[in-house]
């Protein structure tokens, strides 16, 4: 059973910063292959809430799980770890 109030968080690149609010962001998982015993780099893309459009393209991010947004946006950004680099 969760406990009430638990959030999961990911921590990814912001690899689209052109949406009004939002941000795409790109996270990558190291997964091992069942009977090769190869590590796979998978990578998953979340929609994330930036309230304030503060991230910008290629900063490293904390996101934290939210109630549904819009129909794809379920994230929000909780905090910059490390800012990108400005666009243009």
């Known amino acids: 059973m969760k406990e009430r109030g638990s959030r999961?968080?990911?921590e990814g690149t912001v690899t689209s910063a052109a949406m009004n609010k939002s941000i795409v962001v790109r996270a990558e998982r190291l997964q091992e292959h069942p009977r090769y015993r190869k590590f796979i780099k998978q990578t998953t893309i979340y929609k994330a809430?930036?309230?304030n459009n503060e991230a910008k393209l290629g900063a490293k991010v904390r996101i934290v799980e939210s109630r549904p947004l819009s129909k794809t946006k379920h994230w929000r950004l909780a905090e910059i770890i490390e800012?990108?680099?400005e666009e243009r």
């Open 49 to 51: 809430h930036d309230e």
């Open 83 to 85: 800012q990108g680099a």
């Open 8 to 10: 999961r968080s990911v």
